[in-house]
């Protein structure tokens, strides 16, 4: 990119699913692919920024040119990025976070016999939460996936957890979102009206999140 207008600039960007254990070979995960993160670093690295990636895991192959640091669990990027935080100009929460855990993974593969089993989760730090109540010189982005009363629940989300930008997206539809290489997302920012961005690509809403934070 020819404008150098994140130069210099200190960003973490979350990227994908989490995935937290049931035993050595079972999980619980969710659809996301990374690629809404990964738009975001390759952008931030093109415009001169300084990215830390933070990735659960994904398939995608795309060079970002950022430093990756792969994770598995809600706890492991928890502890990544609170390691990172307090040096950063701007953090992306695009992460598909996992809000609960298996309490007690297992240690063996659990073997099959009653006709029903349970298991028992426990709740998930909430990263981008406990960073809202931190939050200094930083810049905070979060992302909500809403299936239903889209632009209420995600403006509730921007409030709680204090970002100054939420980004919010319609999940129910499968022409965007998880695993599409499109979406249509709304922007919301305290005190101002709703933004939507027409179904795009995710480079260009990358583009248009970075430009909206540098207005600021
Ligand atoms: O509350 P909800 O999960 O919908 O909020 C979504 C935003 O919060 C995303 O930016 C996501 O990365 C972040 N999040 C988090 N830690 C969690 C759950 C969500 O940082 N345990």
């Known amino acids: 990119s020819l404008k150098q207008d994140l130069y210099g600039k200190k960003i973490l960007i979350t990227a994908g699913r989490t995935v937290e254990p049931i035993d050595p070979v079972r999980y619980i995960t969710n659809h996301s692919t990374g690629k809404m993160g990964f738009a975001l670093a390759k952008n931030a690295v093109a415009r001169g920024g300084k990215v830390i990636l933070v990735a659960g895991p994904t398939d995608l192959k795309i060079e970002t040119g950022a430093t990756l640091i792969q994770v598995q669990t809600t706890a492991q990027m928890d502890e990544v990025v609170e390691h990172y935080f307090s040096e950063m100009d701007i ?3 695009a992460a598909a976070v996992s809000d609960y855990r298996v309490e007690k993974p297992a240690a063996q593969k659990i073997k099959k016999h009653s006709e029903k089993m349970s298991l028992s989760l426990i709740k998930n730090p909430d990263i981008l939460l406990k960073l809202g109540t931190k939050k200094q010189k930083q810049l905070l982005v979060g992302f909500a996936a809403e299936t239903q009363h889209l632009l209420s629940n995600a403006t509730k989300k921007m409030k709680e957890k204090n ?9 129910s539809r499968s022409d965007i979102g998880f695993g599409s290489d499109q979406n249509e997302v709304t922007f919301l920012q305290p005190d101002k009206k709703p933004r ?12 248009k999140i970075f430009d909206m934070l540098l207005s600021k």
């Open 196 to 207: 939507l961005i027409k179904k795009t690509s995710k480079e260009e809403i990358a583009e």
């Open 91 to 93: 953090v992306i929460m």
């Open 163 to 171: 970002v100054d930008l939420l980004v919010a997206n319609d999940v």
